[in-house]
C-alpha cells in the first residue's frame, strides 16, 4: 500500500482553490490522477460545470467506493472512474489534469508527450523541476502544455517561491515547510540533473 501513498484527501476548499487556478470552465474535461474518492471529480462537475470529469485510481476499493459515490449523486453520466494505473491510461482528452503526487523522472517528458496542447496540469507543492508554471495559489502550481521548460534555476526558484531567490533559500524553506511532504532527496536528484551545478 505504501507506493500508493497515504488516504489523504484535499479539502473542498482546496478543490477550488486548485480548479479555480486551472481557470476550469465549462469548456473542460477535468482528469484527476489518483482521484481516491472521486471529490475532485464531483466539485469539478457540480461547481465548475466541466464536460466531464475522469478520475484514475489504481486501489481497486477506492476505484468502487468512487464510482458508487458518483452513481448515488446522479453523475454517472458526466463522470467517469476508471480502476487503471494512470501512467498507463490515455489523457489526450484531458484540458485540465491534477496530479498530487511527488514528480518521478519520467513525469516531464510522459505528461509532456501524452497531454493535448493547450491543456493545463495542476501539482501539489512544488511545479516539475525545471519547467516554468503560468500560475500559483500555493500548495498549487499550474503548467501550461506543451510545458516551458528552462535551465535556468534562479529563474525556476523564484517561481517557485513567488520572489527572486537561491536554490539554496528553496531547500531551506522547503525544511520549514509544515505542508511539504514530498521525499527530498528525489527532489534534490532531479535538481542536479535537470540544473547541474547550479543546484
Ligand atoms: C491521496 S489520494 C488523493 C485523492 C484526491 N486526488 C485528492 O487529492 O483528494 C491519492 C490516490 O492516488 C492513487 N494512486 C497512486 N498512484 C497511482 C497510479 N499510478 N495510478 C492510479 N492511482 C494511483 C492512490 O491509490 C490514492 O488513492
Known sequence: MDRLGPEDYQSNRHIRKLLRLAQTSKRDIFYDLGCGLGQLCVVAVTEFGVKKAVGIEMHRGRADKAAEHVRELGLSDRVEIWNEDYMESDLHEATVVYCGHN?????????????????????????FVGVVPSGADYPFYVMDVPFRRT??????????????????????????DREYRYDKRVFKKLMSARFGDDS
Do not use: C, I
Open 103 to 127: 514528480e518521478a523522472e519520467e513525469d516531464v517528458s510522459h505528461f509532456g508527450g501524452e497531454l493535448s496542447r493547450g491543456s493545463r496540469f495542476v501539482s501539489l507543492f512544488l511545479p
Open 151 to 176: 535551465r535556468d534555476a534562479s529563474l525556476w526558484v523564484s517561481k517557485v517561491l513567488s520572489r527572486p531567490a537561491s536554490v539554496e533559500e528553496l531547500y531551506q524553506e522547503l525544511d520549514t
